[in-house]
């Protein structure tokens, strides 16, 4: 997982010293980009505790000084939180097990109140997918079993399929754009979550299985994941070009609904065929006649 000090490092090399008004009067530089003890001046820290700070030897970092470092690093927003989660990352060693995750019930009936009209699914903090309605889960997943989420042996993990699934890969136009959002938002999470022994097993899994993971994970992108674009070339209905927003829930905020709407009249006619094909009529009901929300087989 990674540390405070690998970030600072990686976005320390980032920065070249002219775009901050820095002279170098020509000479020759090691490095890429700020020096250790340029970034701590500008900081107004001094070189001896930054150094610690990067090399993980320093206890602890006020917020002031965290974002003196993000500033002169010009680190946005969301780069900004990725600093703070990571300084506040526990000193003690070792992972623990998650609790497994269960959608709130009423993230369960916003997916149900959206009928097949709209394709959703549930996305639980690893990207495992925790429910979907029958047009969600024929969007962007047909090829695999529809009612695994309800069993959390055999949830689909979205990551894993982006990565490891070749149907899905051959799914998105746009794949490569995709994944580096995937990637980015996954060091995001594993910054709030550095303990989670699930969440290391899966980064270790991706970067062992898949060149693109690994060189998209050594990039050190990291960003929040809530809207965009999906280019589809889709087995069923064609070509589709579809936006999804992702809806955060108060009660469960690890959870996510992402919610997919067409882009053009021809992407339009082409979810209304995926909702024709998965009506409501056509559902399996359990014995007290509710609609399951769930789905698939883990990769």
């Known amino acids: 997982m990674e540390t405070l000090g690998t970030f600072l490092k990686s976005r320390r090399a980032r920065v070249r010293p002219a775009e901050i008004g820095l002279r170098t009067y020509g000479t020759t530089r090691r490095v890429p980009g700020l020096r250790r003890e340029e970034l701590a001046q500008l900081a107004g820290v ?14 602890t970092a006020s917020e002031q000084v965290l974002d003196a470092l993000a500033r002169v690093l ?48 549930v ?14 889960h024929a969007l962007i997943a ?6 695994a989420p309800r069993e959390p042996t055999r949830r689909p993990s979205v990551p894993r399929m982006f990565f490891l699934d070749p149907l899905t890969r051959d799914l998105y136009r746009n794949w490569e754009e995709l994944a580096h959002v995937h990637v980015a938002y996954l060091r995001l999470t594993a910054g709030r979550y550095p303990t989670d022994a ?8 991706l970067s062992m299985r898949s060149d693109d993971f690994a060189k998209m994970w ?8 809530t809207v965009g674009s999906m280019r589809l070339r889709h087995p069923t209905v064609g070509a589709a070009n579809v936006t999804y927003q992702v809806w955060l829930q108060p ?20 979810l209304r065929i995926l909702t ?9 009901r359990d014995p007290a006649g509710r609609r399951h929300l769930a789905g698939d087989a883990r990769l």
């Open 46 to 59: 001094s070189a001896g505790y930054y150094t610690r700070l990067e090399q993980g030897q320093a206890e």
């Open 74 to 121: 010009r680190l946005d927003g969301i780069e900004r939180v990725h600093l703070h989660n990571l300084a506040r990352r526990p000193s003690g060693p070792g992972l623990c097990e998650p609790r497994r995750e269960t959608p709130h019930p009423r993230v369960l009936a916003l997916l149900e109140s959206l009928d097949e009209a709209t394709p959703a699914i």
């Open 123 to 136: 996305l639980g903090r690893r990207g495992d997918v925790l429910a979907w309605n029958r047009t969600g």
């Open 142 to 147: 047909e090829h695999i079993d529809f009612h």
């Open 198 to 205: 699930r969440l290391a097993e899966l980064i270790g899994e």
């Open 218 to 225: 050594a990039a050190g992108e990291v960003a929040d994941c």
């Open 251 to 270: 009660d469960s905020p690890d959870h996510r609904l992402e919610i997919y709407t067409p882009d053009d009249s021809g992407s339009a006619d082409a």
């Open 276 to 284: 024709h094909q998965h009506h409501p009529d056509a559902e399996r």
